[in-house]
DNA sequence: TTGCGATCCATTTTT
DNA sequence: TGGATCGCAA
């Protein structure tokens, strides 16, 4: 497709937006509006108008939300499009400091994942159990960055009961701080926070960086938190920034998002137009009535009412089952049927679960009826325990002051637990080389010398990652087979013919093990080629800006939509509206939810003073926007092709 | 100190 | 369901 034609495809609100003149903009649009669609418009008509293609960048909050802009891009632009970079933030910060290491003062780095970090609290919290737990300490450390807050305003938020032993907590913080500093560790947070401090105390950055970033094309707006926006904000006037973004479609709080930022766009950024998209291209009416009442009884007032251009109608379906395992198995079987009586692809399903938890129960029918799946925002590949103990060897011939992957890599042998590990540890890293570390070992003798002599292969092959993924297996896989024999080896096994593939495009070792610490990638994804014709079994999270003809929205029960962990809290219910408007929203012809109790309402949870602390959304849903079905348990045993009965179900309030 | 077995436990979301 | 944690023997 020309890039002319596709413009021609715009209606006006997008076209004026993505051939606006004003230099910083913001366009607030509703979901299935159009969004992806007008920021690809907008790189376009920049390009059209001169602009090369490699001096526009995108930015997303998701990798899955940047690739998908990168499919539309080629999908629509072609090779117009060439060298246009659209990245997460993290991302495009990394391609920053690799582009120029000095101007950040950085020298050599490793980036640790969450694990790593959680690996980092562990070990400075030690065993007393009055500390909140590694992952939480993370989590509030996490927090406390991307808002840019106080740690007592992270606590109170992240972990209000952990607010006794603030002191205590931030004396682990500094440790971990100096910890990261003695090892050239970056976390997730320093990527984008060398870049943000940097930018902010040299223009001359500044100005390097705009001249290849002449426009910022902002997508998700709505997430952006703190740390982000701090990222963004030296480029006001120098640097076009097009942002898009909606409100009601805020899911990522518990990052620092707060959804409210965007309101605040008009006041930081003096000169922004604001442009909105309000026609709704995707979804029917009926699918649309559902989401736009949960909005409307919500005491939030978004202002949202989206209405549909199609005219082909459709109500959502809500079908109620006894148990779990029969929602499950009713869902891969009306997959199974619709894909039979329909002659639709597979491709055109999408099953959105609120965590990969939930997906487990799906995915366990999935296979049991043979239905092709990929499972998206899960475990990831490079994330999993077997993976990450086999690149624990490449960690440490990359870099030998990595403590974290020496303590993974020597945990492995019989002999070295927890604490004699960290004993080596610090002597390992205190080594100049790769040599003298296997010295080291050697004399200490616990770990295997075939190993030791695998690992100094390794060292003078650093450029040959396949080679040195080959060499690793070789050392570890009859460990490894004995550490997971009881958590099935076999299937763990053929993962490593996919870390394998993938290290194929890498030429470094370093430059493998960065790629994916930003970009685990899940397992099915590697696997299947996204050409495939497949059912897309994702968490709704990974979801925003995805699309298909029919999603399922499982688990539509008290305690899950809002979940329990929500409740009491006013923002945190609001937030988890959002996310099932968010998966409401996915489905362009046909909404199909499920839940596995048959009890057709809940009562609200009461306190003890007789307070409601929590609802269930679904509670006072007008009967006119369902389709209810309830599924009897019998029923599903004795003939499942019985006709179900249908029933009216709430208050009907018109 | 390690490593195993038993018991308990709860179970978001992403870079 | 399996993951994390605890207790105990070697």
């Not at 305003?153 to 002191?167: D, G, T, Y």
């Not at 309000?278 to 949960?294: A, P, V």
């Not at 190993?451 to 040959?464: A, Y």
């Not at 045993?637 to 208050?651: A, Q, T």
Request: charged share 25%; aromatic share 10%; proline share 2%.
């Amino acid at each position: 497709m020309s890039s002319t034609s596709f413009m021609a495809e715009l209606n006006d609100q997008q076209h004026q937006a993505a051939t606006t003149t004003a230099q910083n903009c913001l366009v607030l649009a509703g979901a299935g509006c159009g969004k992806t669609k007008t920021i690809v418009a907008r790189a376009a008509y920049l390009i059209s108008q001169g602009i090369p293609a490699n001096q526009i960048q995108i930015l997303t909050f998701t990798r899955r939300a940047a690739s998908e802009i990168v499919t539309r891009v080629e999908q629509y632009l072609g090779t117009s499009a060439q060298g246009l970079r659209a990245s997460t933030f993290h991302t495009f910060c990394m391609y920053l400091l690799r582009r120029n290491r000095q101007a950040f003062g950085l020298e050599n780095f490793s980036i640790i994942d969450r694990d790593d970090q959680i690996m980092i609290f562990r070990l400075l919290r030690g065993k007393d159990n009055i500390l909140p737990k590694a992952a939480e300490l993370c989590d509030i450390y996490s927090f406390a960055r991307n808002t840019q807050c106080k740690l007592s305003v992270a606590i109170e938020k992240v972990l209000p009961e952990a607010m006794e032993f603030k002191s205590e907590i931030a004396e682990v913080m500094k440790t971990y701080e100096q910890r990261k500093q003695e090892r050239s560790f970056l976390d997730y947070d320093d990527i984008l926070s060398i870049v943000a401090v940097n930018l902010q105390s040299s223009p001359t950055l500044v100005h390097w960086v705009s001249q290849f970033c002449r426009v910022f094309l902002v997508d998700e707006m709505q997430d952006t938190n703190p740390l982000q926006w701090a990222l963004l904000s030296p480029f006001i006037g120098k640097s076009q920034l097009f942002c898009v973004g909606d409100d009601a479609q805020s899911i990522y709080g518990f990052r620092g998002a707060d959804f409210e930022n965007i309101h605040y766009f008009k006041d930081n950024v003096s000169n922004a137009v604001i442009y909105t998209l309000e026609k709704n291209y995707r979804s029917t009416q009926g699918i649309l009535d559902l989401s736009n009442w949960l909005l409307d009884v919500s005491p939030i007032q978004y202002d949202k009412h989206l209405i549909a251009a199609k005219s082909q109608n459709s109500r959502p379906h809500f079908h109620i089952f006894s148990n779990e395992f029969e929602e499950a198995n009713w869902i891969a079987q009306d997959l199974i049927i619709r894909k039979k009586q329909n002659n639709v692809h597979w491709n055109d399903h999408m099953v959105l679960v609120r965590s990969g938890y939930a997906a487990r129960h799906i995915e366990r029918a999935l296979i049991n009826m043979s239905v092709p799946y990929q499972f998206i925002g899960g475990t990831k590949l490079l994330e999993s325990a077997h993976v990450k103990d086999l690149l624990s060897m490449l960690r440490v011939v990359s870099n030998t002051q990595d403590d974290i992957a020496w303590m993974r890599f020597l945990t492995l042998w019989d002999g070295i637990g927890d604490v004699g590990a960290s004993k080596l540890a610090v002597n390992l890293i205190k080594c100049q080389t790769l040599e003298e570390c296997c010295n080291h070992l050697e004399h200490h003798g616990r770990v295997p010398q075939h190993v030791l002599l695998i690992l100094k292969q390794m060292s003078v092959l650093t450029d040959t990652v396949v080679a040195c993924i080959e060499l690793a297996f070789e050392a570890l896989h009859e460990q490894l087979a004995a550490k997971y024999q009881k958590q099935d080896w076999s299937r763990r096994e053929k993962d490593f013919k996919l870390v394998k593939q993938l290290a194929q495009k890498h030429a470094q070792i370093s430059e493998f093990l960065e790629a994916y610490v930003l970009d685990p990638i899940s397992t099915s994804e590697v696997e299947q080629s996204a050409d495939h014709d497949i059912v897309t079994l994702i968490t709704i999270h990974s979801a925003k800006g995805t699309e298909r003809k029919v999603c399922y929205v499982p688990h539509l029960t008290v305690n899950q939509y809002p979940h329990a962990r929500a409740q009491g809290d006013f923002d945190a219910v609001e937030e988890e509206r959002r996310v099932l408007y968010v998966a409401l929203t996915r489905a362009q012809n046909e909404l199909v939810l499920t839940k596995q109790d048959l009890t057709t309402w809940a009562m609200d949870q009461i306190d003890d003073q007789g307070r409601p602390v929590s609802s269930y959304f679904f509670n006072q849903v007008p009967s006119h926007l369902l389709d209810v079905t309830i599924h009897k348990r019998d029923e599903f045993f004795e003939n499942k092709k019985k006709p179900i009965k249908k029933i009216s179900f709430g208050i009907d309030l018109d």
